[in-house]
């Protein structure tokens, strides 16, 4: 499969509604054989940290998991806005660390203005 059809389909399989608000197992193994196949794919990086904010974390999951996705995704693309700004969201609104996203949310400004 190349990348782009890896993130049309986790697109495809994104939980949409009230009814399905975590992604399914088989969902988040199709982002683990993407990112084994595609390691360097910013957007598969990305989406696999807003797809794990979603899981259930009484299985075992760690939600630090998604920053690790996000900083990936940064390292492998140090101009990328969308990066900056779901590390800054994360920070903000699920780990309550407000100062700490704030510099996110002004590197995410920068890099879509460079």
């Not at 939980?15 to 993407?34: F, N, Q």
């Not at 140090?78 to 699920?94: G, I, K, M, N, T």
Request: glycine residues 2%; hydrophobic residues 35%; aromatic residues 8%.
């Amino acid at each position: 499969m190349e990348e782009a059809e890896y993130i049309a389909e986790l697109k495809r399989r994104w939980p949409r509604d009230h009814t399905s608000v975590e992604p399914s197992p088989e969902t988040m193994d199709l982002t683990l054989k993407a990112l084994r196949d595609y390691p360097q794919s910013e957007k598969l990086w990305i989406m696999r940290g807003d797809l794990l904010q979603l899981v259930d974390f009484d299985d075992g999951t760690d939600l630090n998991e998604s920053e690790k996705c996000y900083r990936k995704a940064i390292g492998i693309n140090p101009r990328s806005s969308e990066a900056y700004l779901e590390l800054a969201h994360f920070l903000d609104s699920v780990m309550n660390k407000p100062r700490k996203a704030k510099q996110y949310f002004e590197k995410a400004r920068r890099a879509k203005n460079a």
